[in-house]
Protein backbone atom coordinates (compact mmCIF):
# COMPACT_ATOMS: atom_id res chain seq x y z
CA UNK A 1 0.00 0.00 0.00
CA UNK A 2 1.62 3.13 -0.76
CA UNK A 3 1.29 6.19 1.56
CA UNK A 4 -2.00 8.02 0.41
CA UNK A 5 -3.59 4.96 0.27
CA UNK A 6 -2.82 4.25 4.03
CA UNK A 7 -3.27 8.31 4.16
CA UNK A 8 -6.96 7.33 2.80
CA UNK A 9 -7.49 4.27 4.78
CA UNK A 10 -7.20 6.30 8.01
CA UNK A 11 -9.86 9.01 7.51
CA UNK A 12 -12.58 6.81 6.04
CA UNK A 13 -15.42 5.00 8.27
CA UNK A 14 -14.52 0.98 8.43
CA UNK A 15 -17.74 0.23 9.89
CA UNK A 16 -17.62 -2.99 11.84
CA UNK A 17 -15.66 -6.12 11.21
CA UNK A 18 -16.58 -8.82 12.92
CA UNK A 19 -13.98 -11.94 12.92
CA UNK A 20 -15.61 -15.47 13.37
CA UNK A 21 -13.78 -18.86 13.60
CA UNK A 22 -12.89 -21.59 16.31
CA UNK A 23 -10.87 -20.99 19.36
CA UNK A 24 -7.15 -21.32 17.81
CA UNK A 25 -8.28 -20.09 14.81
CA UNK A 26 -5.92 -16.61 14.82
CA UNK A 27 -9.26 -14.32 15.38
CA UNK A 28 -6.57 -12.61 18.00
CA UNK A 29 -3.60 -12.78 16.15
CA UNK A 30 -5.14 -11.63 13.13
CA UNK A 31 -7.37 -8.77 14.53
CA UNK A 32 -4.20 -7.18 16.40
CA UNK A 33 -2.57 -6.42 12.92
CA UNK A 34 -6.09 -5.55 11.18
CA UNK A 35 -6.13 -2.72 14.33
CA UNK A 36 -2.62 -1.41 13.19
CA UNK A 37 -3.60 -0.73 9.52
CA UNK A 38 -6.47 0.95 10.08
CA UNK A 39 -6.26 2.53 13.17
CA UNK A 40 -9.27 1.22 15.00
CA UNK A 41 -9.70 -1.13 18.04
CA UNK A 42 -9.69 -4.73 18.55
CA UNK A 43 -12.78 -5.26 20.56
CA UNK A 44 -12.07 -8.74 22.47
CA UNK A 45 -15.05 -10.23 24.35
CA UNK A 46 -12.53 -12.81 26.05
CA UNK A 47 -10.24 -10.35 27.02
CA UNK A 48 -12.54 -7.87 28.51
CA UNK A 49 -14.27 -10.61 30.52
CA UNK A 50 -10.65 -11.77 31.51
CA UNK A 51 -9.99 -8.41 32.90
CA UNK A 52 -13.15 -8.28 34.76
CA UNK A 53 -12.17 -11.62 36.23
CA UNK A 54 -8.81 -10.53 37.28
CA UNK A 55 -10.25 -7.07 39.11
CA UNK A 56 -12.97 -9.56 40.61
CA UNK A 57 -16.13 -7.22 39.21
CA UNK A 58 -19.35 -8.54 39.52
CA UNK A 59 -19.73 -9.61 35.77
CA UNK A 60 -15.81 -11.01 36.53
CA UNK A 61 -17.40 -13.39 39.47
CA UNK A 62 -20.38 -14.24 37.77
CA UNK A 63 -18.35 -15.52 34.13
CA UNK A 64 -15.21 -16.87 35.96
CA UNK A 65 -16.76 -20.41 36.36
CA UNK A 66 -18.49 -20.51 33.26
CA UNK A 67 -15.15 -19.35 30.97
CA UNK A 68 -13.12 -22.19 32.94
CA UNK A 69 -15.17 -24.79 31.90
CA UNK A 70 -15.62 -23.72 28.54
CA UNK A 71 -18.81 -23.08 28.11
CA UNK A 72 -19.95 -19.71 26.68
CA UNK A 73 -20.97 -16.84 28.95
CA UNK A 74 -24.94 -15.79 28.65
CA UNK A 75 -25.99 -13.64 26.31
CA UNK A 76 -27.45 -10.86 28.22
CA UNK A 77 -24.13 -10.53 29.95
CA UNK A 78 -22.01 -9.98 27.11
CA UNK A 79 -24.23 -7.83 25.09
CA UNK A 80 -24.49 -5.42 27.67
CA UNK A 81 -20.95 -5.20 27.93
CA UNK A 82 -20.82 -4.88 23.79
CA UNK A 83 -23.01 -2.35 24.21
CA UNK A 84 -21.13 -0.12 26.45
CA UNK A 85 -17.80 -0.44 24.83
CA UNK A 86 -19.19 0.31 21.25
CA UNK A 87 -20.52 3.83 22.05
CA UNK A 88 -17.19 4.76 23.00
CA UNK A 89 -14.96 7.36 21.10
CA UNK A 90 -12.34 5.12 19.72
CA UNK A 91 -15.19 3.13 17.83
CA UNK A 92 -16.15 6.12 15.86
CA UNK A 93 -14.52 4.82 12.34
CA UNK A 94 -15.40 1.15 12.90
CA UNK A 95 -13.96 -1.44 15.16
CA UNK A 96 -12.98 -5.04 15.18
CA UNK A 97 -15.48 -7.61 16.88
CA UNK A 98 -12.83 -10.85 18.18
CA UNK A 99 -15.04 -13.63 20.04
CA UNK A 100 -18.46 -11.51 19.22
CA UNK A 101 -20.96 -12.57 18.39
CA UNK A 102 -21.00 -16.16 18.96
CA UNK A 103 -24.87 -16.86 19.17
CA UNK A 104 -27.49 -16.25 16.89
CA UNK A 105 -29.06 -14.43 19.44
CA UNK A 106 -26.21 -12.13 19.89
CA UNK A 107 -25.61 -11.56 16.02
CA UNK A 108 -29.60 -10.62 16.16
CA UNK A 109 -28.90 -8.72 18.69
CA UNK A 110 -25.64 -6.53 17.21
CA UNK A 111 -27.56 -6.20 14.09
CA UNK A 112 -30.41 -4.61 15.90
CA UNK A 113 -27.88 -2.33 18.06
CA UNK A 114 -26.34 -1.23 14.97
CA UNK A 115 -29.69 0.03 13.90
CA UNK A 116 -30.93 1.98 17.13
CA UNK A 117 -31.11 5.05 18.40
CA UNK A 118 -28.27 3.98 21.19
CA UNK A 119 -25.74 3.62 18.59
CA UNK A 120 -26.58 6.54 15.93
CA UNK A 121 -24.55 9.48 16.84
CA UNK A 122 -21.68 6.79 15.96
CA UNK A 123 -20.16 8.45 12.46
CA UNK A 124 -19.78 4.83 11.23
CA UNK A 125 -23.23 3.98 12.37
CA UNK A 126 -24.68 3.60 8.90
CA UNK A 127 -21.63 1.28 7.60
CA UNK A 128 -22.44 -2.33 7.13
CA UNK A 129 -21.05 -4.72 9.14
CA UNK A 130 -18.11 -7.60 6.85
CA UNK A 131 -17.97 -10.56 8.57
CA UNK A 132 -14.64 -12.82 8.31
CA UNK A 133 -14.60 -16.69 9.02
CA UNK A 134 -10.71 -17.95 9.46
CA UNK A 135 -11.72 -21.65 8.49
CA UNK A 136 -8.57 -23.85 10.24
CA UNK A 137 -8.14 -27.72 10.51
CA UNK A 138 -9.14 -29.15 13.87
CA UNK A 139 -5.76 -30.50 14.72
CA UNK A 140 -3.74 -27.01 13.85
CA UNK A 141 -6.13 -25.88 16.46
CA UNK A 142 -5.40 -28.20 19.33
CA UNK A 143 -1.69 -27.76 18.57
CA UNK A 144 -2.19 -23.72 18.26
CA UNK A 145 -4.14 -23.63 21.64
CA UNK A 146 -1.52 -26.07 23.58
CA UNK A 147 1.11 -23.89 22.43
CA UNK A 148 -0.04 -20.45 22.97
CA UNK A 149 1.38 -18.36 25.64
CA UNK A 150 0.62 -14.41 26.12
CA UNK A 151 2.15 -11.50 28.24
CA UNK A 152 -0.23 -10.06 30.68
CA UNK A 153 1.00 -6.71 30.45
CA UNK A 154 1.15 -6.08 26.89
CA UNK A 155 -1.26 -8.72 25.59
CA UNK A 156 1.38 -9.83 22.55
CA UNK A 157 0.37 -13.50 21.70
CA UNK A 158 3.26 -15.86 21.05
CA UNK A 159 3.22 -19.70 20.31
CA UNK A 160 5.73 -22.05 21.83
CA UNK A 161 5.75 -24.00 18.30
CA UNK A 162 4.75 -21.14 15.54
CA UNK A 163 5.90 -17.96 17.42
CA UNK A 164 8.66 -18.55 20.22
CA UNK A 165 9.28 -15.29 22.24
CA UNK A 166 13.05 -15.01 21.63
CA UNK A 167 13.82 -16.02 25.46
CA UNK A 168 12.00 -18.81 26.38
CA UNK A 169 8.28 -17.52 28.76
CA UNK A 170 9.72 -14.08 28.52
CA UNK A 171 7.95 -11.38 26.39
CA UNK A 172 10.28 -9.73 23.87
CA UNK A 173 8.11 -6.01 24.09
CA UNK A 174 8.95 -6.01 27.66
CA UNK A 175 10.53 -8.74 29.36
CA UNK A 176 7.41 -9.77 31.49
CA UNK A 177 6.85 -13.48 32.07
CA UNK A 178 4.32 -15.34 29.61
CA UNK A 179 1.49 -17.38 31.20
CA UNK A 180 -0.67 -19.75 29.28
CA UNK A 181 -4.63 -19.47 29.52
CA UNK A 182 -6.59 -21.46 32.28
CA UNK A 183 -8.77 -22.61 29.37
CA UNK A 184 -6.09 -23.84 27.39
CA UNK A 185 -5.53 -26.66 29.18
CA UNK A 186 -6.78 -30.01 27.02
CA UNK A 187 -9.80 -30.42 28.77
CA UNK A 188 -11.46 -27.21 29.04
CA UNK A 189 -10.33 -27.10 24.96
CA UNK A 190 -12.44 -29.80 23.96
CA UNK A 191 -14.89 -28.24 25.82
CA UNK A 192 -14.44 -24.88 24.04
CA UNK A 193 -14.34 -26.52 20.38
CA UNK A 194 -18.16 -28.35 21.05
CA UNK A 195 -19.41 -25.72 22.28
CA UNK A 196 -18.56 -23.61 19.18
CA UNK A 197 -19.69 -26.52 17.20
CA UNK A 198 -23.17 -26.18 18.97
CA UNK A 199 -23.38 -22.52 19.30
CA UNK A 200 -21.10 -20.48 17.20
CA UNK A 201 -20.89 -22.59 13.78
CA UNK A 202 -24.58 -21.76 13.05
CA UNK A 203 -23.43 -18.27 12.65
CA UNK A 204 -21.83 -18.88 9.67
CA UNK A 205 -25.02 -19.50 7.52
CA UNK A 206 -26.71 -16.54 9.66
CA UNK A 207 -24.30 -14.49 7.65
CA UNK A 208 -23.83 -16.53 4.50
CA UNK A 209 -27.77 -15.63 4.36
CA UNK A 210 -27.15 -11.96 4.55
CA UNK A 211 -24.64 -11.93 1.82
CA UNK A 212 -21.63 -10.77 4.14
CA UNK A 213 -18.99 -13.59 5.05
CA UNK A 214 -15.84 -14.03 3.67
CA UNK A 215 -14.24 -17.03 4.15
CA UNK A 216 -10.17 -17.23 4.84
CA UNK A 217 -7.94 -20.48 4.69
CA UNK A 218 -6.61 -19.80 8.19
CA UNK A 219 -4.11 -23.20 8.11
CA UNK A 220 -1.59 -21.05 6.68
CA UNK A 221 1.77 -18.95 8.02
CA UNK A 222 0.22 -15.62 9.96
CA UNK A 223 1.55 -13.50 6.96
CA UNK A 224 -0.46 -15.12 4.35
CA UNK A 225 -3.58 -15.01 7.08
CA UNK A 226 -2.74 -11.34 7.38
CA UNK A 227 -2.34 -10.28 3.74
CA UNK A 228 -5.33 -11.92 2.28
CA UNK A 229 -7.58 -10.48 5.25
CA UNK A 230 -6.16 -6.87 4.52
CA UNK A 231 -6.83 -8.04 0.73
CA UNK A 232 -10.33 -9.12 1.38
CA UNK A 233 -11.20 -5.72 3.59
CA UNK A 234 -9.37 -3.71 0.60
CA UNK A 235 -11.60 -4.85 -2.52
CA UNK A 236 -14.13 -5.56 -0.03
CA UNK A 237 -17.71 -4.06 -1.12
CA UNK A 238 -16.52 -0.59 1.02
CA UNK A 239 -13.08 0.04 2.11
P1 LIG B 1 -12.01 -15.98 23.70
O1 LIG B 1 -10.93 -15.30 24.44
O2 LIG B 1 -12.76 -15.25 22.66
O3 LIG B 1 -11.38 -17.32 23.12
P2 LIG B 1 -11.67 -18.14 21.77
O4 LIG B 1 -12.75 -17.71 20.85
O5 LIG B 1 -11.79 -19.50 22.28
O6 LIG B 1 -10.53 -17.77 20.88
P3 LIG B 1 -9.03 -17.81 21.23
O7 LIG B 1 -8.65 -16.51 21.87
O8 LIG B 1 -8.71 -19.06 21.98
O9 LIG B 1 -8.38 -17.98 19.80
P4 LIG B 1 -8.07 -16.97 18.63
O10 LIG B 1 -8.89 -17.34 17.44
O11 LIG B 1 -8.14 -15.54 19.08
O12 LIG B 1 -6.56 -17.39 18.34
P5 LIG B 1 -5.19 -16.62 18.62
O13 LIG B 1 -5.02 -15.51 17.66
O14 LIG B 1 -5.03 -16.31 20.07
O15 LIG B 1 -13.10 -16.57 24.71
C1 LIG B 1 -12.74 -17.21 25.92
C2 LIG B 1 -14.00 -17.52 26.70
O16 LIG B 1 -14.69 -16.29 27.04
C3 LIG B 1 -15.05 -18.35 25.97
O17 LIG B 1 -14.79 -19.74 26.06
C4 LIG B 1 -16.34 -17.93 26.69
O18 LIG B 1 -16.47 -18.58 27.94
C5 LIG B 1 -16.10 -16.46 26.96
N1 LIG B 1 -16.59 -15.60 25.87
C6 LIG B 1 -15.84 -14.80 25.06
N2 LIG B 1 -16.63 -14.18 24.17
C7 LIG B 1 -17.89 -14.58 24.42
C8 LIG B 1 -19.14 -14.30 23.80
N3 LIG B 1 -19.24 -13.47 22.74
N4 LIG B 1 -20.24 -14.94 24.29
C9 LIG B 1 -20.17 -15.76 25.35
N5 LIG B 1 -19.02 -16.09 25.97
C10 LIG B 1 -17.88 -15.49 25.51
O19 LIG B 1 -4.19 -17.78 18.20
C11 LIG B 1 -4.07 -18.97 18.96
C12 LIG B 1 -2.60 -19.44 18.94
O20 LIG B 1 -2.27 -19.82 17.61
C13 LIG B 1 -1.60 -18.36 19.35
O21 LIG B 1 -0.56 -18.95 20.09
C14 LIG B 1 -1.06 -17.82 18.00
O22 LIG B 1 0.28 -17.38 18.13
C15 LIG B 1 -1.17 -19.06 17.12
N6 LIG B 1 -1.48 -18.73 15.72
C16 LIG B 1 -2.36 -17.79 15.26
N7 LIG B 1 -2.39 -17.79 13.92
C17 LIG B 1 -1.51 -18.76 13.52
C18 LIG B 1 -1.08 -19.25 12.24
N8 LIG B 1 -1.56 -18.75 11.10
N9 LIG B 1 -0.18 -20.25 12.22
C19 LIG B 1 0.32 -20.78 13.38
N10 LIG B 1 -0.01 -20.35 14.61
C20 LIG B 1 -0.94 -19.36 14.67
Known amino acids: MDGQAVADIKRCDIGPLILLGPPGAGKGTQAKKIAEV ?59 LDGFPRTVTQAEWLDGFLQSKLFENQPCAKVPPIVIEFAVDYNSLLRRLTGRRSCPTCGRIYNVYYQAPRVADTCDVDGTKLVTRKDDDEQVISERLKAYERQTLPLTEYYRGKGR ?22 HGNRL
Open 38 to 96: YSIPQISTGDILRANVSAGTELGKKAKAIMESGELVPDSLVCDMVAARLVEPDCARGFI
Open 213 to 234: LRVIDGDREMDAVTAETLETLE
